[in-house]
């Protein structure tokens, strides 16, 4: 069982930076695939990133490739999620996400959701 609780949105204006923040609790977090996935207004839950257990493994939305990047310290039981040259079509409540099975891009396949978190991007 892992608990999750997101962190970290807001209102930015087009061009600048957020970082989200996943705080998880639970005794097994370090051996936990961690995801960040987006839902906008009207459209499907879709994924952002996702970081295997040791860091070593990333991936990516290809919307989101060389502007956002994804962390984890284990020891602080966090993951991270580092956005920059943020998109009016960024806007979405970001939602961080577990699962044991790597290489799953939808939402189907994570087991544990926090509660989201707002961010708002201005033109």
């Known amino acids: 069982q892992v608990q999750l609780v997101e962190s970290g949105g807001g209102l930015v204006q087009a061009g600048g930076s957020l970082r989200l923040s996943c705080a998880a609790a639970?005794?097994?977090?370090?051996?936990?695939?961690l995801g960040w996935f987006r839902q906008a207004p009207g459209k499907e839950r879709e994924f952002v990133a996702a970081i295997n257990w040791s860091g070593g493994n990333l991936d990516y939305a290809n919307s989101v490739k060389g502007r956002f990047t994804i962390s984890r310290v284990n020891g602080k039981n966090t993951v991270y999620l580092q956005m920059n040259n943020l998109k009016p079509e960024d806007t979405a409540v970001y939602y961080c996400?577990?699962?044991?099975?790597?290489?799953?891009?939808?939402?189907?396949?994570?087991?544990?959701w926090g509660q989201g978190t707002q961010v708002t991007v201005s033109s």
């Open positions: 639970g005794p097994t977090f370090s051996s936990y695939i």
């Open positions: 996400a577990a699962t044991l099975r790597w290489g799953f891009t939808t939402a189907y396949f994570y087991d544990y």
